[in-house]
């Protein structure tokens, strides 16, 4: 099965770049997801087994729940440590910028990787990409950043030098921006490349298990009240939505991604296309998080952009509202009212 992507001469421009480059620093979206630190860390295996030294840095705090996987002990916060991540950026040979599409997708992050002279490859899923750099791998038809990694690295000739745990973290994205094979992912290339990465000696269901089964009681208790308390639910539309404030993540001891995959859930409800969740943010005032889900031609990509500021794709996307939990129910329900 033929999973290569690049034309001859990308693909030697970047391995031109890699070989040229000593010093590599890896950065990813805030609020880094499976797919994000998957591929930041499982590109972070790879260069070093060439040699190179690598920094991998992330805007912010990743979800508890993702804390188990290889390596995150050695990624560096730019919320925490701005001014080591910037000189470190300042070495920098090369930077790669993955799983974003414009520099405001890194927040604060974004002053160190505009202040660095190191070149930039950018290899991404989103459509959009809107980053300066010397090379884009930009193909948002993939179901995720780390399933266009892997087809990268094959193609570089890179698979033997794929450790179980480089193997790991692809394959952990995979299953996290896809809910577990549960959308945008039919094309058998995929399961091909699930194939390989089972070569590896990984263990899917243990990695399925650390990422689904690894939460909090109060996780599973916030699931179940905002559920009964806080859904709204329009048969007419086949569409849902449900609201997160700073009460509810006080009362439930809210930690980093206890939010995490709450969106779906909705769509369980027979018959429904669109679930939307309204999350206000920890520390900012007037500030909603915003996450679509749907199935079948319900275009989340298209809501997200009209309606919320955002974008992202087909079946799954975000944004943000600068407005009041109530004015963000207005616009949720203006949302669901033009389906």
């Not at 912010?60 to 730019?78: A, H, K, S, V």
């Not at 090369?94 to 660095?116: G, K, P, W």
């Not at 298990?209 to 699931?223: C, D, G, H, I, T």
């Given at each position: ?72 002990e050695r990624i560096m916060r730019y919320d925490k440590y701005p001014s080591v991540i910037k000189e470190q950026f300042e070495q920098a040979d090369l930077i790669f910028c993955l ?167 909705p769509l369980q409800i027979k018959g429904t296309v669109l679930s939307i969740s309204l999350r206000e943010d920890t520390e900012k005032d007037n500030f909603i998080w915003v996450s ?38 207005k616009i949720v329900r203006e949302a669901i009212a033009s389906l």
């Amino acid at each position: 099965m033929n999973i290569n992507l690049l034309d001859e001469q990308r693909l030697d421009a970047l391995r031109q770049l890699i070989n040229d480059a000593e010093h590599i620093a890896i950065c990813c979206h805030q609020n880094p997801d499976g797919d994000a630190l998957g591929a930041s860390l499982g590109m972070a295996d790879y260069l070093r087994s060439l040699g190179k030294i690598v920094l991998v840095a992330v805007p912010n705090m990743f979800p508890d729940f993702l804390r188990w996987m290889p390596g995150t002990e050695r990624i560096m916060r730019y919320d925490k440590y701005p001014s080591v991540i910037k000189e470190q950026f300042e070495q920098a040979d090369l930077i790669f910028c993955l799983d974003f599409n414009t520099l405001d997708r890194i927040d604060r992050l974004a002053e160190a990787v505009s202040a660095s002279k190191a070149k930039r490859v950018m290899i991404d899923h989103h459509p959009g990409p809107n980053v300066e750099t010397a090379l884009t791998i930009s193909f948002p038809e993939m179901s995720s950043t780390c399933e266009l990694l892997f087809r990268v690295l094959w193609q570089l000739g890179g698979f033997p030098q794929i450790t179980k745990q480089c193997a790991t973290h692809l394959y952990c994205g995979m299953m996290t921006d896809t809910g577990g094979f549960t959308y945008n992912s039919s094309n058998p290339e995929i399961f091909f490349i699930i194939s390989q990465l089972l070569t590896k000696g990984i263990n899917k269901d243990k990695i399925y298990r650390n990422v689904y089964n690894n939460y909090s009681e109060s996780r599973l208790r916030l699931m179940g009240y905002v559920m009964y308390e806080k859904l709204r639910y329009f048969p007419i539309k086949h569409a849902a939505y449900f609201t997160i404030n700073r009460a509810d993540f006080h009362r439930f001891h809210f930690m980093k991604g206890d939010a995490e995959g709450l969106v779906n859930i909705p769509l369980q409800i027979k018959g429904t296309v669109l679930s939307i969740s309204l999350r206000e943010d920890t520390e900012k005032d007037n500030f909603i998080w915003v996450s679509l889900r749907s199935v079948d031609n319900v275009n989340c990509t298209e809501i997200a952009q009209r309606f919320f500021n955002g974008g992202g794709h087909m079946n799954a996307s975000g944004g943000k509202l600068f407005c009041s939990m109530e004015e963000a129910e207005k616009i949720v329900r203006e949302a669901i009212a033009s389906l």
